[in-house]
């Protein structure tokens, strides 16, 4: 979601934002602003799109000023415009914004009755007309911060400059991230390490009701009630080389091919743990009746994957949902349980709010999160790092399958915690994981200039429909979900099952069908939905393995062969041919592959 960063410095701010905006381009916006403060007067320049527009405006209207804060807006209320661009002007207070003010259109009848004028459509602007009417009525900075944030109810990260205290940012925490960097006489203030990367990687980290005055020398750090607190300082690991796509066109491009990499990474982490009944700190699985899962997105399609293993391999019952749904359906949650929450940037606001639920039952709480710095990870019991890298492009990929190689560690773990797999059976299922990257990188090799010829006929529909069973059904799902994503082509993922249940009325001689098989225990089952489909004229493109593809009789548009693997790891390679199926359809399509209209790459609001 929208990107916030701030710097109290020695010298001019603006180009320095725009580099740490730049670094927050991941999240996804549609545009962008920064304010500083010259010979004690407020001035912003903003502008519509992509930062390379508010780059051109800054050099035609240079800003000088040694404290600012700058922003990077994903609409939520009002349309993408320059007007509705932060940040916000009011009466000597400038306002960047991250997340939702949930009682905006109460407190905007309430200023309007009171003669504030509002200039855009946001809910952000009331925060800057609260603070000018505390203002007007005697209160110091600090004072109207205070009684701000007792007025204002929803998720925010907000950074607030006044323009008669020019060497100092003001900002404060409810929900969406927010971290203070430490620098050498210098301040920094950013919505993730990533931002801060730049310039320091000694980071304290905001909590949900914090608030902070941020000076060249330091920060003085409150809670709701305005008493100082103390938060500890934390060294980031985060790259400051991140915008570095190598010899790839796209970040997503990169993302996919370093996968046999990233996965042999986390597996070194895992596979050599999982062979003691101890593996898991915090969650004994040996002991815990079920399992509940909560996710978004993708991630929640990893989570879907996670739970055929758990009941197959650990005959363990999991309870799961997505995250916007599970915290609301007042699940009846037994406090021995527990639960794994799943996030690649480790903020998305509605699982944290699942998290929450969970925690709130006494459950104890497993995190599989990319960021290890984050929020879910530092409310977590225990943390599972899924380690791979940072992911820059907005669609997931290799997060995905790094989600997925930790869960079939984890499960493995929990079935020998548990008893319920014989030990050879056990170590041939490591075995199939620690084989895991090397054929990654087989098929990566191998199947481009099939994907290539394939996605350039996909580029010609308007829709496709993904098929699978078992644990390619949600890997279908995903499929769809890539697809629609990047290339903004319709596509929708069922369970192969479910095809004569209302999808079948769509199929015709223009209707690609993807169907993912591997020849496992349910392939008889898929070849059935795929002769229906045949007789209907559809156009079937077929994702199998070696075996599958010998003893499939029906004719299709393509069959795309894979190799031959183990079950519990198919789920990771046949994925592949689903990344790059629609990498390659958005190429042809022409669309923004990294940074796909509409959408963030950290929701962080509900």
């Not at 607030?160 to 203030?189: C, K, V, Y």
């Not at 005959?315 to 690649?344: C, G, H, K, M, N």
């Not at 899924?386 to 907005?394: D, K, M, T």
Request: glycine share 8%.
């Amino acid at each position: 979601m929208c990107g916030i960063v701030g710097i109290v410095g020695q010298q001019p701010v603006s180009d320095r934002l725009i580099g740490a905006l730049k670094g927050l381009e991941y999240r996804g916006y549609d545009s962008a602003g920064v304010a500083t403060i010259i010979e004690g007067a407020l001035h912003r320049r903003r502008a519509e799109g992509k930062l390379v527009n508010l780059e051109r405006r800054l050099k035609e209207e240079p800003l000088s000023g040694n404290v600012g804060i700058g922003h990077t807006r994903w609409a939520t209320h009002g349309a993408s415009t320059e007007r509705n661009a932060h940040p916000h002007f009011s009466d000597g207070v400038a306002v960047v914004h991250n997340g939702i003010i949930e009682n905006f259109t109460e407190l905007k009848d309430e200023l309007a009755a009171d003669g504030a004028e509002f200039q855009t459509d946001t809910d952000t602007e009331v925060v800057g007309h609260l603070l000018t009417r505390y203002r007007r009525e005697g209160m110091r900075p600090q004072e109207a911060t205070r009684a701000m944030l007792k007025r204002v109810k929803g998720a925010y990260a907000l950074a607030i400059l006044f323009e008669d205290e020019p060497s100092t940012i003001t900002a404060a925490r409810n929900g969406p991230p927010l971290a203070i960097g430490h620098g050498d006489g210098e301040m920094f203030l950013g919505s993730d390490a990533i931002a801060l990367a730049p310039f320091t990687n000694e980071i304290t980290y905001l909590i949900d009701g914090d608030w902070a005055v941020v000076g060249n020398s330091g920060a003085h750090i409150f809670d709701i009630d305005g008493h100082p607190v103390e938060r500890p300082r934390h060294i980031s690991t985060a790259a400051a080389d991140l915008a570095n796509k190598g010899n790839h066109r796209h970040f997503m491009e990169k993302e996919i091919y370093e996968q046999p990499e990233v996965i042999a990474h986390a597996l070194r982490h895992y596979i050599n743990i999982i062979d003691s009944r101890d593996m898991v700190p915090g969650i004994d699985f040996a002991k815990v009746p079920s399992l509940a899962i909560s996710a978004c997105g993708t991630a929640y399609f990893a989570g879907l994957i996670g739970k055929y293993w758990f009941e197959r391999y650990a005959r363990l019952t999991v309870e799961i949902d997505v995250a916007s749904e599970f915290r609301y359906r007042e699940i009846p949650l037994p406090p021995q349980s527990a639960a794994l929450v799943i996030s690649q940037s480790g903020e998305t606001a509605d699982t944290l709010a699942s998290l929450r639920y969970c925690k709130e039952r006494g459950l104890k709480i497993g995190a599989i999160v990319n960021a290890c710095e984050s929020t879910i990870a530092r409310e977590a019991d225990t943390v599972f790092p899924i380690l791979a890298g940072p992911e820059i492009g907005v669609a997931s990929t290799k997060a995905f399958t790094c989600q997925l190689a930790v869960l079939a560690a984890l499960a493995i773990g929990a079935a020998r915690a548990r008893g319920t797999v014989p030990e050879d059976e056990l170590q041939a299922l490591v075995r199939s994981l620690a084989e895991l990257p090397r054929v990654m990188g087989h098929v990566l090799e191998s199947i481009q200039p099939e994907i290539e010829f394939l996605s350039r006929e996909l580029s010609k529909c308007r829709d496709v429909l993904y098929l699978g069973r078992g644990t390619s059904f949600p890997l279908a799902m995903e499929g769809a979900l890539k697809l629609k994503e990047i290339s903004y082509i319709h596509a929708e993922g069922y369970a192969a099952g479910e095809l004569k249940h209302g999808p079948i009325a769509l199929i015709d001689e223009n209707m690609p069908v993807i169907v993912i098989a591997p020849h496992d225990r349910l392939f008889d089952k898929t070849v059935s939905n795929m002769q229906e489909v045949a007789a209907r004229g559809g156009r079937i493109i077929l994702i199998t393995d070696e075996k599958g593809a010998a003893v499939s009789k029906l004719e299709t548009m393509h069959t795309l062969v894979l190799p031959v693997v183990d079950e519990i790891i198919a789920p990771m390679i046949f994925s592949l041919p689903m990344q790059l199926l629609a990498y390659h359809t958005a190429l042809f399509m022409g669309t923004d592959v990294d940074q796909p209209r509409n959408l963030a790459k950290s929701v962080t609001v509900e």
